[in-house]
């Protein structure tokens, strides 16, 4: 089955920095990679996704992208917020998101003041 | 609309015991998906049922077990409780093939 990598797993920033985490999978066959966001003590929330099809997709401060060669797929936060402090996941597909995701362990993000 | 609903949200038992988790679904959602989160293995996968049909099952041992009602509730239950069961069991629904809304989970803490 497929294997999801995360790393860090665990980020410090400044804010006002740049921060960037990445993921590499194993499933040649995976094709939907969606990103979550969990703020302490609440659920997962999707941030953003990107399909197979697409090599990267911005939404406003926040960018994905993939390089299906080396089976890997990064996440990008520009100009960091306090309020971007939380746990972040990876997950990989390869049936579109439609009958579960594989996940990897998550990376903490700080934002320093 | 109403979003994710787990019940109970927390609950305690001992080890040999078994436990039922209760999810339902966003009206109109079909897909629930279920996934356990522990700090040091992150959100694992389960199983993921659509109109009443389990269409893919995580590395879990058989103690593990779901099923969907036609209503697109779904429970989830867990045998012969070990200490190693304790987490936060995540429920999920979908509409289409994508996007995760996840309750706020079922905390289960195993004596």
């Known amino acids: 089955g497929e294997n999801v990598e995360q790393h860090p797993s665990t980020l410090s920033v400044q804010e006002g920095d740049s921060a960037v985490i990445k993921c590499t999978y194993s499933?040649?066959?995976?094709?939907?990679f969606p990103w979550y966001k969990q703020e302490l003590g609440k659920r997962p929330q999707l941030i953003i996704d990107i399909r197979s099809n697409v090599g990267e997709k911005k939404d406003q401060r926040i960018a994905v992208t993939l390089n299906k060669t080396a089976k890997h797929f990064s996440l990008h936060i520009t100009e960091t917020q306090p309020e971007d402090s939380a746990v972040y996941f990876c997950?990989?597909?390869?049936?579109?998101?439609?009958?579960?995701?594989?996940f990897g362990k998550g990376t903490h993000l700080i934002i320093q003041p | 609309k109403a979003g994710v609903t787990q019940t109970p949200r927390y609950l305690i038992k001992t080890r040999g015991q078994q436990v039922t988790l209760s999810c339902s679904p966003i009206s109109g959602h079909r897909s629930v998906s279920w996934y356990q989160q522990t700090p040091g293995q992150g959100l694992q996968f389960l199983f993921e049922y659509f109109s009443e049909t389990q269409r893919n099952k995580g590395n879990f041992p058989g103690r593990f077990s779901g099923r969907q009602f036609s209503n697109s509730r779904s429970e989830m239950n867990v045998s012969t409780l070990e200490l190693g069961d304790s987490a936060l069991y995540l429920c999920?629904?979908?509409?289409?093939?994508?996007?995760?809304?996840f309750g706020e989970g079922s905390r289960l803490t195993v004596l």
């Open positions: 997950a990989a597909s390869p049936s579109g998101g439609a009958d579960g995701l594989t």
């Open positions: 999920a629904s979908s509409l289409a093939p994508g996007e995760l809304f």
């Open positions: 499933d040649s066959a995976s094709n939907y």
